[in-house]
């Protein structure tokens, strides 16, 4: 039996605009599991940056209940909050959010300075591939290299958990492939449970579990019998 590392019950998510409600989540119970590669799919406002973050303690859900593993996420207080976000859960975004002025190496250095048990920063861009590029800034990588980057920064304090909003989203098709590629080899080297928000429908081909959303809820749940690498996917 898969271990499981999230669920939710009944979580909705509530956005206020004047007197407009905009209703994100719809009462959502979902499952992830240890070890997992899965991808949340759907049209955009469907709810999956929404359930991410929230999963990652960075939103709060209206009503309902969230854990990971056996810890309320729903009834931790902001400092609880940050102290999971530090020891457990990794971030990857759209925009890479490097700082200008620093290296490569300087960037992930930004978070192994502060986790409990970091990899050297040398050791996590190794990982991403980018271990010829330790010395360079950002406006010296292509935007699948600072993509990689920002890889290697999240997996450096080792995640339990690695959260990706569309990584792929800001890049071409060839750059695209290689962060994925690297998110597929930290989930298969390390373990780190890896959950993938995505509307290009072929990556869900590489997941071991495929949330499809619709409308603020969980339109279905697929397991992938046979997973394919990324190379393999047709964009």
């Not at 209206?62 to 990794?90: C, I, K, P, Q």
């Not at 406006?139 to 792929?168: F, H, M, N, W, Y």
Request: with cysteine.
């Amino acid at each position: 039996m898969a271990t499981r590392v999230f669920h939710t019950e009944g979580i909705t998510k509530v956005y206020h605009t004047g007197a407009v409600e905009v209703h994100a989540l719809r009462g959502v119970n979902a499952e992830l599991f240890m070890g997992e590669f899965t991808v949340l799919l759907g049209a955009s406002g469907s709810g999956k940056s929404t359930l991410l973050n929230i999963l990652g303690g960075l939103d709060r859900a209206t009503s309902g209940r969230a854990w990971f593993r056996d810890m309320e996420l729903t009834a931790m207080n902001e400092r609880a909050l940050t102290r999971y976000r530090r020891d457990h859960v990794g971030f990857v975004f759209q925009f890479y959010n490097l700082v200008p002025s620093l290296t490569a190496r300087e960037n992930v250095a930004l978070v192994t300075e502060v986790a409990k048990n970091p990899m050297r920063p040398e050791e996590a861009l190794e990982r991403v591939g980018l271990d010829h590029r330790l010395d360079h800034f950002p406006a010296e990588l292509s935007g699948g290299e600072q993509q990689r980057v920002a890889i290697a920064r999240a997996i450096a304090k080792r995640p339990e958990v690695l959260l990706c909003d569309e990584p792929t989203g800001a890049l071409d098709s060839n750059t695209g492939v290689q962060v994925l590629d690297a998110l597929d080899r930290i989930n298969r080297e390390m373990g780190t449970t890896t959950v993938i928000i995505t509307h290009n429908a072929g990556i869900r081909k590489m997941a071991h579990r495929v949330i499809r959303f619709a409308d603020g809820n969980i339109a279905g749940v697929s397991v992938n019998e046979r997973r394919i690498g990324a190379r393999e996917i047709e964009w």
